[in-house]
């Protein structure tokens, strides 16, 4: 507002005392001195001051005023009245507009800071050389986009998995949902979430004793790149878990609690390796000759079916025969590398092709292993490896299977369908989840392999790992930290058939997904084989499979010698009839295990087994 000069707009006066002085006044005899400003100053400076806010007003007025007030000379006047005065309707009005064009100023400065807050990086710079954001990427689509060969999660569905960007340059090319901004981690497509990884470094993890145990997982970028991962537990002195004592390195075959599943071998199976090597490779060079010939004349498609079996599993090796050719398929490229002369009379008098070298199976017994993990268990698995390591460095691709093992369909449809992908090597997945049979829990029982550099080194390794086979007594679980190694080592590629499908179940899903069985049972899946697997024994073995209608030998040939069978009359060309079934022999034994038939009124082989039926 302007100011009038009135009156009472004086000078500035000065008092001494009581006594009011006008501002020309002297004190100490003398004038008083004159002021800096004088009143026709103030006076002009009041009069400029209050045209200068008469017009800021008017031309805020004007800035917020609509449009067609130009148009209306007299509502033109009322607005900048209303503006100089206030008051009334329209100066309300005004306020009203000018209270939203300084919020709207003040919530775009507000949004500005809050941007400029939301870009900085999720981490410091002191991990900028190895991160720089994160995603999330569905556990499940991540598999599907890439096959990494491992079995996946049943709960994949319900997982993310976190990818790590390691440079500002491999985030996605979308910067609105770049993983490198504060909050929440986006969740991205697979696609979408690695298109500029020109490298992805994958690992699995898991914490099998989580109710029981913290795990940690420490990333220390900056470092010579390593493959492996070290694991440091928490041990006392009798290398049990102490949360009170320090971190240690241990072994990634120890458990969560504290059983290191590494067995050093011991002097005795260093020595019968040693000396069993030593055989091996003196004959090499002869073994390979005569192996040479008999795999040119069988091979199909370059491909060979291969088993090894001793008289204590015969009855073992026939049931595979009668099973299969029961059902039409051929075994014309299957070759049996029997571990005894017995065995190997047994295999061709059903019309079997055979390899025998007694320098070579001389160290196996001939006996059945009484039970799974026993030395003589350990021994077969020695044999087991001779055969295939032999077939494949030969250059030809080879399906090996346990004899346990009853064909449906011939699972080569499966393994040459130009869909399956063109892995190194492919495993029945073996269902259990123990950390020495991480990450792929391998079934060393069923498997196809195409020959190839990266095989044959896997293999020949084995050859040259039989001392840990014979101590560990399993070469599954060798196996299987092998293929991890040479996976990682230089990209063999490895591919698990997960328990999750139907196209290859065993004993896992014997015991543990009897819903897979049951189908089974009904006819509303047909699977390329059942590996009877999972069993402690051969005795449960053979009580299952009869369980289940998968037996086809007669009781007159089980454990009996071709002379015991045949009393010297002996085909050579295939006696098959003699001790094959024409129909499966069902017998029940446990009312809570799979069957083909109900077997209520059987005993229950586990403590509250429940009818299967």
Known sequence: HILPTTSKCRPPTMRRGNQTLPSSSRTGGGALQKPFIGTATWAILLVFSSLISFYAGVWTALAVAPSSLNECPDCRRSCLDAAEFGGGELGHSLEIITGRKIRKALETQCNAYESKKDSSHRFPDSVSHFANGLARVGHKELFDQYDFGVPMSDRAHKQDALILYDSQSSLPSDKNVAAQLNGEIPRLSAEDATENCDVMNAMFIENPARARSRQCLAIVGGQYQSYHIQRWMRLNSEEKPDANKPLQLVGRWRRNDGNDEFLYPKQRAIDMHQELLLTYLNHLKSTKQNLSEILKNIAINNTVIVVTANMGQSELLMNLICSSRRRGLDTKNLLVFPTDVHTKELAESLGLTTF????????????????????????IMI????????????????????????????????????????????????????ERYAPYSANSGFYFIRSNERSKILFRSMMYSGDIIIACRSHQQVLIALLEEYNSLFGLTVKVLSREEDDFPGGYHYHMRKDIVKKMVNGEIKPYIFHMSWTLNKVNKLEYMKQMGMWFVKEQCIGKQVDEIFAGEVDTTDNTETCCSAEPIIQCFYRDKPSVVPCRDAPAKDSNGQSFW
Do not use: W
């Open 383 to 434: 044999a087991k490896v001779v055969c295939v390591q032999l077939v494949n460095e030969l250059g030809y691709d080879l399906l090996f299977t346990d004899i346990d093992v009853v064909f449906y369909r011939d699972p080569m449809e499966y393994f040459r369908n130009p869909t399956l992908g063109n892995f190194d090597v492919y495993f029945q997945d073996d269902g259990s989840r123990q």
């Open 356 to 379: 025998y070298d007694d320098h070579l199976m001389r160290f196996i017994p001939k006996e059945e292993s009484a039970r799974y993990g026993d030395r003589t268990f350990a021994l």
